[in-house]
C-alpha cells in the first residue's frame, strides 16, 4: 500500500511540474518574453520530445524570436519521425512565409493538399491548420479534396462557415440549402444559427 501511495505521489509531483512549467512557458510567450519560453519549452520538449503542446510552443518561440532556421530545423526533423503527416508541411509553409518565402510556403502547402489524396483522414486536421494560419483559400481546397475523394466525412458546413468568413455569401448560402437537401434533420440548427 505505501508503495502504490509513493508512486502516486510521484506522478501525481511530475504531472504537476509538467503542467506548471508548460502554462508559465504560456504565460511568457504571450507577455512577450519569448527567451524565458523558449528556455522552458527547450526543457519541456527535451523531457517529453513526443508532447506535441511543447513541440509547437519551441517552434512559436523559434518564429517569434526570429530564429527561423532553428524552427525549420525542428519541422524537418519531425518530419522525418513522422511520416505522410501533411499538418507538418502547412507549419513548414508557414515558417517560410515568415520570412517572406512565398514560392516555399506554396510549394509546401500545395504539398498538404496533395498529400490527401494518399490519406483523405487528414482533410480536417489540414484545413484547421490552414485556418488557423488564416489562409482560407487552402482550407477550402483541403474540404473539397477530402469530399472528392469520397471520404466518409462530410465538410459542407465548415466550408459554408468560410465561405461566410471570405464574405462569398452566394456559395455559403449554396452550402447551407446543400446541407439543409443533405440533411434535413440538421434544418433546424441551421435555421436558428441566422435567427
Known amino acids: 500500500m505505501r508503495c502504490f501511495l509513493f508512486i502516486s505521489l510521484c506522478l501525481?509531483?511530475?504531472?504537476?511540474?509538467?503542467a506548471q512549467n508548460d502554462q508559465l512557458a504560456r504565460n511568457y510567450l504571450e507577455q512577450g518574453e519569448y527567451e524565458k519560453a523558449l528556455k522552458t519549452y527547450q526543457?519541456?520538449?527535451?523531457e517529453s520530445?513526443?508532447?506535441s503542446t511543447y513541440f509547437y510552443g519551441l517552434i512559436t518561440a523559434y518564429q517569434e524570436?526570429?530564429?527561423f532556421d532553428a524552427a525549420e530545423a525542428l519541422l524537418k526533423e519531425r518530419m522525418q519521425k513522422i511520416l505522410n503527416n501533411p499538418n507538418m508541411h502547412i507549419e513548414l509553409g508557414h515558417n517560410f512565409e515568415l520570412?517572406?518565402?512565398?514560392e516555399e510556403a506554396q510549394q509546401q502547402y500545395n504539398t498538404a493538399i496533395e498529400m490527401l489524396k494518399e490519406n483523405s483522414n487528414y482533410t480536417y486536421s489540414v484545413a484547421r491548420t490552414f485556418e488557423k494560419y488564416s489562409l482560407?483559400?487552402?482550407?477550402?481546397?483541403?474540404y473539397k479534396s477530402g469530399s472528392e475523394l469520397g471520404s466518409d466525412?462530410?465538410?459542407?458546413?465548415?466550408?459554408?462557415?468560410?465561405?461566410?468568413?471570405?464574405?462569398?455569401?452566394d456559395e455559403m448560402f449554396n452550402s447551407y440549402l446543400d446541407i439543409m437537401g443533405k440533411e434535413p434533420e440538421i434544418?433546424?440548427?441551421?435555421?436558428?444559427e441566422f435567427d
Open 12 to 18: 501525481f509531483t511530475t504531472f504537476s511540474h509538467f
Open 43 to 46: 526543457q519541456l520538449y527535451q
Open 49 to 51: 520530445p513526443g508532447n
Open 65 to 67: 524570436m526570429e530564429n
Open 99 to 102: 520570412q517572406q518565402k512565398t
Open 136 to 142: 482560407l483559400d487552402y482550407a477550402v481546397q483541403a
Open 153 to 169: 466525412m462530410n465538410f459542407d458546413l465548415p466550408l459554408a462557415r468560410i465561405y461566410g468568413e471570405q464574405g462569398k455569401l
Open 187 to 192: 434544418s433546424y440548427n441551421l435555421v436558428r
